[in-house]
C-alpha cells in the first residue's frame, strides 16, 4: 500500500454529494427521480465505496473505476427500488384459474368498466332518481337474480324470493353466512366435508371462528341422510353443504344428493346453505368436462342459500357471491360484519360488466371462459408457428400434445386437451431455462416435466406470441451469454 492509497488519502477522494449532483452524468437521472430519491441513492452508493475503503479493499485506481461508475451504480439502485414489485406474467402453465398468478383475468369490459369508475365519481351508493343514498349491492343485485333467472331456465316467480349480496371473495361470504345465521347455534355438517380448500380456509375453522357450533355428520367416506336426520337438535339453525371443488373422493362413498338435503332442510324448517364455491355458470359438459356443478343449477336445486366467488369459473373480479332466499340475505346484508367486509367500487364495476356479458349470452368475452373454449387444432397452430421461428443449434423446440387444466380448486382431476410447446436447451437444465423465463420482462410462468421446458398455450393470450416468442429468443442469448462467461444485461 502506497501512501496514496491509506484509507486517510483514498477517502479524500469521495466526492460530496452537492458536486456530484451538479454533475452531467446525473443530469438524467435528476430529471426522472425526486431530488430527495436521488440524493438518498446517492448517498448511499458513497456510504458502500466508504465501507469498502475503511476494509482495506481499494487501491487508487480501483476506487476511481468505481467513481467512473457512479452514475450506472445510482441509476441501477434507483431502477431496483423503483421497481413495480406486482406485475403482469405470461402464464404459460395451462392452468386456467391459478391463484398465485391472479385467478381470472378480466373482460375487456370489465377492464373498461374499471377504468372509467375509478378516474372519476360514481353512484356507488346514490340513487339518482330519488336523489338520496342508496346501497352498493343495488348494481348487481337485480343482474344476478336475471342471470340466474335466465340461466336455470325457471322463472322466478317459480323460486323463492331470492336476493343477492357480494362481499370480498367467497372465504368471507361463508364466513358471514355461518355467523349470520349460526353465531351460538349448531350447524350440521358432513365429515367428509370437513376439508380445507385452500390458502389456510378450511371448514371447521371458519366456522369455529364464527361463533358457530360445529356438529359432524356421518363419516369421512360415508353420509347419508338418516344421518343428518338423527342429529338434528332444537339448536340445529343450519345444514352446510360443501362443494368438493378441489378434491374428488373415489371408492366407497356415498352422500345425500343436495335435493335429498334441500327436502329435510325443509321439513325440518332448516335452511341449508351450500358454499359451491367455484362459480361455474356455463355448462362445463359441452367443453367435455364431466362432474362439474354451475353454481346456477346448484341454486335450481333449491338450498336456501349459495355461496361461489368471482374470480373462478364465473371469470370476474375477486369476490364472494351471496345469493338465496330474501330473509336470509337481508339478515346478511344487516350484520356489522358485512360493512367490514363490503367490496369496493372496482370490484363492483368489473363484476357488473361481467354479469352483462352472460346476461346478454356474450360470456366467450370474459378470459376465462374463451380460454376453456379455445380449441385444441387452433392451440397447436400457433405452437407450430412459434416453434418455427424459434428453433435454433441451441434449442430444441417440440409441439406437443398436452393437458390444460381449470385450477383455482376447481373440477379436480379434469382436464382439457390442448398442445403446448417443449423446450429443450442444449446447455441448460429445464429448471435453469425456467428460471431465465422467470427473469424476462415480462416474466413467463412455465412447468417443468422430464427434462423439459413446457409452455401450454390455452392460457396464453394470442395477442402475446409475438411478445412470448421474442420473450423467449432472449431467454437463449441470456443463456448463451451466461455460457460465454459474459454477463448479460439483464442477469
Ligand atoms: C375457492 C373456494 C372457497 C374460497 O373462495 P375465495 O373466493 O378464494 O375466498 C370457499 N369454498 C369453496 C368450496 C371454494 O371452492
Redesign the pocket.
Known amino acids: 500500500m502506497t501512501l496514496q492509497e491509506q484509507p486517510g488519502n483514498l477517502f479524500r477522494r469521495l466526492p460530496q454529494v452537492g458536486e456530484l449532483l451538479a454533475d452531467s452524468r446525473f443530469v438524467g437521472l435528476q430529471q426522472a427521480y425526486s431530488r430527495p430519491l436521488l440524493i438518498s441513492h446517492v448517498r448511499a452508493a458513497l456510504q458502500q465505496l466508504r465501507a469498502e475503503v475503511r476494509e482495506g479493499r481499494h487501491t487508487e485506481s480501483s476506487l476511481a473505476a468505481e467513481l467512473d461508475q457512479l452514475g450506472e451504480n445510482v441509476a441501477r439502485r434507483l431502477q431496483q427500488a423503483t421497481r413495480r414489485s406486482l406485475r403482469r406474467v405470461i402464464n404459460a402453465t395451462g392452468v386456467i384459474l391459478q ?1 398465485n398468478l391472479g ?1 381470472a383475468p378480466l373482460s375487456a369490459a370489465a377492464i373498461a368498466q374499471i377504468a372509467e369508475t375509478a378516474a372519476g365519481y360514481c353512484n356507488l351508493e346514490f340513487d339518482l332518481e330519488a336523489g338520496e343514498r342508496s346501497h352498493r349491492d343495488a348494481h348487481v343485485e337485480k343482474l344476478l337474480l336475471d342471470v340466474v333467472e335466465a340461466r336455470s331456465r325457471l322463472p322466478r316467480q317459480g323460486l323463492r324470493p331470492r336476493a343477492a349480496a357480494v362481499v ?7 364466513f358471514l353466512a355461518l355467523n349470520t345465521l349460526a353465531e351460538g347455534a349448531e350447524v350440521l355438517v358432513s365429515r367428509g366435508e370437513l376439508v380445507e ?3 389456510g ?1 378450511r ?1 371447521p375453522d371458519i366456522l369455529r371462528k364464527s361463533g358457530a357450533v360445529l356438529r359432524e355428520v356421518g363419516t369421512t367416506n360415508r353420509t347419508r341422510l338418516a344421518d343428518y336426520q338423527s342429529a338434528l337438535t332444537p339448536a340445529t339453525r343450519l345444514i352446510l353443504r ?5 378434491f374428488r373422493m373415489e371408492g366407497f362413498t356415498e352422500r345425500p344428493t343436495l335435493d335429498e338435503l334441500c327436502e329435510l332442510g325443509d321439513r325440518a324448517s332448516v335452511p341449508v346453505f351450500e ?4 362459480g361455474c355458470a356455463v355448462d362445463l359438459p359441452t367443453y367435455g368436462i364431466g362432474g362439474e356443478s354451475s353454481w346456477i343449477g346448484t341454486l335450481a336445486t333449491g338450498p336456501a342459500l349459495v ?6 369459473l364465473f371469470g370476474g373480479p ?3 357471491i351471496l345469493v338465496g332466499d330474501e330473509t336470509l340475505v337481508s339478515k346478511i346484508r344487516s350484520n356489522p360484519l358485512f360493512r367490514v367486509m363490503r367490496m369496493d367500487k372496482l370490484g363492483y364495476a368489473a363484476l357488473q360488466a361481467t354479469l352483462l356479458a352472460y346476461l346478454n349470452g356474450m360470456e366467450d368475452t370474459v378470459p376465462a371462459i374463451a380460454m376453456l373454449q379455445a380449441s385444441a387444432s387452433e392451440i397447436r397452430k400457433r405452437c407450430g408457428a412459434i416453434a418455427e421461428v424459434l428453433r435454433s443449434p441451441e434449442l430444441s423446440v417440440e409441439v406437443i400434445e398436452t393437458q390444460s387444466m381449470i385450477g ?3 373440477t379436480p382431476g379434469a382436464s382439457i386437451p390442448s398442445f403446448g410447446l417443449s423446450l429443450r436447451h442444449q446447455s441448460a437444465t429445464e429448471h435453469v431455462l425456467a428460471a431465465c423465463l422467470r427473469g424476462l420482462d415480462p416474466p413467463v410462468i412455465t412447468r417443468t416435466h422430464g427434462g423439459s421446458v413446457l409452455l401450454d398455450l390455452r392460457t396464453v393470450f394470442a395477442r402475446d406470441d409475438e411478445t412470448l416468442t421474442r420473450l423467449l429468443q432472449d431467454a437463449v442469448e441470456t443463456l448463451a451469454d451466461a455460457t460465454r462467461g459474459r454477463p448479460g444485461d439483464e442477469v
Open positions: 391463484t385467478r370480498n371473495n367467497c372465504a368471507a361470504a361463508c380448500i385452500g390458502g380456509f371448514v360443501v362443494h368438493r371443488s378441489n358454499d359451491q364455491g367455484t355461496a361461489c366467488s368471482g374470480d373462478k375477486q369476490c364472494g383455482g380448486g376447481t
